[in-house]
């Protein structure tokens, strides 16, 4: 797998870079979207047709080819027709037609109604099998067989875990209709999670991706829920006087990290998954709010004004004293840090443009991400590749998806209203 | 002598008339009695004055009142209150001490610019510039409650100065 990937690099680095714009959309996406820009390193990739594949609902190469593409680590070859997994394949003839993998594959319908995608991952170079597998699902699950493969195909040729089959949550405003609204991180099979005639704002995946907590509206002030999206069952869980917003899970899903009001102004608090066992962790006389916990659970992150306007500052997860992270602009706000540890993503207000920055934590170099500047609510892709983020296009929400390194960036919009504060889910079995 | 049985007879017709389109029944009162003497009327208490309390005009429902204004603007950046609004508080907090059982939300706002979490924490901030302004007049702590909307429920839709300055507010809600 190293040695193919560095090969694939190198031979990449001969050939010099594509310009790539690539577009999809699939018919049954509620999130159009659209993908610009590529990656420092693209893996020309043959996918070829999946025998058969015309008989589950949905075409499994091309969901995979779209995935691959939108990732910005591949060049997607064209081919023609169909292979399955057991036929002979001619790899030093895909190799000459320039490609350094082929994923072949095929879809076969079983008697319990399942369908089973079957598939193979070449390496052209080594002649060699790099991958081999079968994902069987029910019709409405062959978009998330195709993801897996997709998932898988990615991880074989970069090293990295692939997010295709993971999910985003956020919030859709039509008028005075709010919803928040759970889709594939194509923006495909959107599922509403929350109908709500109140905003609602801050949604945030927990740790294991059955649960969203959120802040709501509805009772004329803003309310803390954490909401199963299995059962749909809610758990009010902080309703104090004044505010109650931000929250943030540890790592562990043990506790929610949040911002209330009820000393005072707004503060950082900690409370149990259920609700209780509140902790003060912040004593300012200004403003401390949006807490995220790192990775490892043991700092929260968090903006603060009080060295005047806002910045983003690190403390223990039991509170005490902070250290200041940001020091560029007069406004940095919304801190998320990528699950590896290594990124701190954040809007930065800087001539008067609102835009997303990552920081490195180990270089201290800071990017900016965006060329819009409206940015709100960054939310890290699970293997710290991607991040979502709120922003507006014509004055109207959408949303973006930036690569960390910046190269790579889709937009999602929808056919009407405004889409908003997205949270990316965590990596699901 | 013969007139008693006669009435008798009458009644005794009235009776099965009535049973007839009635289920048999045992006769309660006596057919002949004597009717009662009335009863005494009870002296009337006409020196009595029973009370009628004409409804008060809740000053809070007069739209035309100084109550009817429950708006406090803000600056840009600024969670000052401005010495314009110290009448609309001063009325506000006059009432709130008379009529302790009323409670209310001060709900804070922002403009559209800037983080919906941080213009929540903003928002919060002038609101609780009114509520501190209310407590200082005399309104118990417990009759009011600072809390904020942020940027989520602008009142003015407009992307301009004007819109701005409408959503930078403050508002009582009784």
Redesign the interface.
């Known amino acids: 797998m190293l040695t193919l990937r560095s090969k694939l690099v190198n031979n990449y680095f001969k050939r010099g870079l594509f310009l790539g714009i690539f577009l999809s959309f699939s018919a049954h996406a509620q999130l159009h979207v659209e993908t610009y820009g590529f990656g420092a390193t693209q893996i020309p990739i043959a996918v070829s047709g999946f025998t058969n594949e015309e008989l589950a609902p949905e075409m499994v190469s091309k969901i995979i080819k779209d995935d691959l593409n939108s990732s910005g680590y591949f060049k997607v070859l064209n081919t023609l027709g169909s292979t399955s997994e057991t036929d002979n394949v001619d790899l030093p003839n895909w190799k000459s037609q320039g490609a350094d993998a082929l994923l072949v594959g095929s879809v076969q319908k079983l008697d319990d109604g399942r369908y089973d995608v079957r598939y193979k991952l070449y390496d052209t170079n080594k002649s060699s099998t790099l991958s081999a597998f079968a994902v069987a699902g029910s019709p409405q699950y062959t978009r998330l067989s195709a993801h897996k493969i997709a998932d898988d195909v990615f991880e074989k040729l970069t090293g990295i875990r692939g997010i295709f089959s993971t999910r985003i949550a956020y919030v859709a405003k039509n008028g005075t209709n709010y919803q928040l609204e759970v889709t594939d991180a194509d923006g495909a099979g959107l599922q509403t999670a929350v109908r709500s005639k109140e905003?609602i704002?801050?949604p945030s995946w927990s740790p294991d991706g059955t649960k969203v907590a959120y802040v709501s509206?509805e009772l004329?002030?803003?309310v803390v829920y954490a909401q199963n999206l299995i059962t749909g069952q809610r758990t009010l869980i902080a309703n104090y006087?004044?505010?109650n917003?931000?929250p943030a899970w540890s790592p562990d899903g043990n506790k929610i990290a949040l911002?209330l009001?009820k000393d005072?102004?707004?503060q950082v608090y900690s409370v149990n998954a259920d609700g209780s066992g509140l902790q003060r962790l912040t004593n300012t006389s200004g403003?401390d709010?949006?807490p995220q916990y790192s990775s490892d659970g043991q700092s929260i992150y968090f903006?603060s004004d009080r060295s005047g306007g806002?910045q983003i500052y690190r403390m223990s997860a039991s509170g005490g004293d902070a250290k200041r992270v940001t020091f560029t602009g007069s406004?940095n706000?919304?801190p998320r840090i990528s699950p590896d540890g290594q990124t701190l993503a954040y809007?930065s207000?800087r001539d008067g443009k609102?835009q997303l920055y990552a920081l490195d934590l180990g270089s201290n170099q800071e990017l900016r991400l965006t060329d819009t500047q409206d940015d709100?609510?960054p939310s890290f892709a699970p293997n710290s590749k991607y991040i979502v983020y709120a922003t507006e296009m014509a004055?109207r929400g959408s949303l973006g998806v930036v690569s960390v390194d910046g190269r790579t960036k889709q937009r999602l919009t929808t056919q009407a209203g405004d889409v908003r504060?997205p949270t990316w889910g965590p990596f699901m079995k | 002598m013969s007139s008693i049985p006669t009435k008798l007879a009458l009644v005794f017709a009235a009776a099965a008339l009535f049973s007839a389109c009635s289920t048999p029944k045992v006769e309660e009162k006596p057919p002949v009695a004597a009717a009662p003497a009335p009863e005494p009327a009870k002296p009337v208490e006409n020196r009595v004055v029973a009370p009628v309390v004409v409804p008060e005009v809740d000053p809070l429902n007069d739209p035309k009142g100084v109550l009817a204004k429950r708006s406090v603007y803000f600056d840009f950046d600024s969670y000052a209150i401005k010495d314009e609004f110290n009448p609309l508080l001063a009325a506000h907090a006059k009432y709130l001490s008379s009529h302790t059982s009323h409670k209310i939300l001060v709900q804070g706002n922002t403009d559209e610019r800037g983080g919906r979490e941080y213009n929540l924490a903003l928002g919060q901030k002038r609101a609780a510039a009114v509520t501190k302004s209310l407590t200082a007049l005399g309104v118990a702590g417990g009759q009011v409650e600072a809390v904020s909307l942020g940027k989520e429920k602008p009142k003015a839709a407009g992307h301009d100065e004007a819109a701005w300055a409408e959503n930078r507010r403050a508002d009582i809600v009784y």
Do not use: C, H, V, W
Request: proline share 9%; charged share 20%; hydrophobic share 30%.
């Open positions: 905003p704002i801050s509206f004329k002030k803003p006087k004044g505010n917003s931000a911002a009001s005072g102004l707004t403003i709010t949006e903006t806002p406004y706000i919304s809007i207000r609102f709100d609510s004055q504060n």
